[in-house]
């Protein structure tokens, strides 16, 4: 039994997609699709992985730019937390507006989710950890068994979230990654949603919002 994740970064800033599946039954989901939707169908499709859904940390343009293709293309629901949901159809919430000067709203997402709300794939159960901060539903998904936190952009190697955005809060954020994600084991692996890989124990030690 094995969980396989490739991660495909996205244009244009860098924004890590995971797509994360059961070795065994080929069973997966998408994790924040933030563009170039082709890239990640053709890996997908090379792959035979049966996704499963579309599983959003939070509703910012860079993580969500390649949604409706993919919906379109997959034929799966899209689930977000309920607090970013509208983020999904307003420019203005999700930034794009203001970041890159356009129009970014597709359809709402097909189901919202709280806090323990769990997705399979195959073998392996992941678990919504709510960690607002970053945005209000800024969320992580993590798996027991396979050792693995998706982290989107809560938390980073030796850093964190930006709180500077519309319903962020640094108070927030470090008193939910202190309380939900520091506790975890130390050798799960996190995989955030901009720049490389770390895990909990690292951040324990490295993170100067955390140490």
């Not at 597709?106 to 919202?112: F, H, N, R, S, T």
Request: hydrophobic share 35%; proline share 6%; glycine share 12%.
């Amino acid at each position: 039994m094995a969980l396989k994740i490739y991660t495909i970064p996205t244009a244009p800033i860098e924004e890590n997609c995971y797509v994360a599946f059961d070795e065994e039954s080929k069973e997966g989901f998408i994790v924040d699709p933030g563009n170039e939707a082709e890239k990640i169908f053709s890996r997908i499709q090379g792959e035979g992985i049966k996704v499963q859904a579309i599983l959003l940390t939070h509703g910012h343009w860079d993580h969500i730019g390649a949604v409706e293709e993919l919906r379109q293309k997959l034929g799966v629901q899209v689930h977000i937390h309920g607090d970013d949901a509208a983020m999904l159809t307003d420019s203005r919430q999700n930034l794009f507006a203001y970041m890159a000067g356009g129009t970014m709203e597709g359809e709402p997402a097909d189901k919202v989710f709280r806090e323990g709300a769990v997705f399979t794939c195959g073998s392996f159960s992941f678990k919504v950890i709510h960690t607002p901060g970053h945005t209000p539903g800024g969320c992580c998904f993590y798996s027991e068994e396979a050792g693995v936190l998706f982290s989107g952009d809560s938390l980073f190697a030796e850093e964190i979230g930006r709180c500077d955005f519309p319903g962020g809060s640094l108070r927030s954020l470090v008193g939910s990654l202190k309380e939900k994600i520091l506790p975890l084991p130390e050798e799960t692996k996190v995989y955030p949603g901009h720049g490389p890989a770390t895990t909990v124990g690292w951040e324990r030690v490295h993170n100067p919002y955390l140490s």
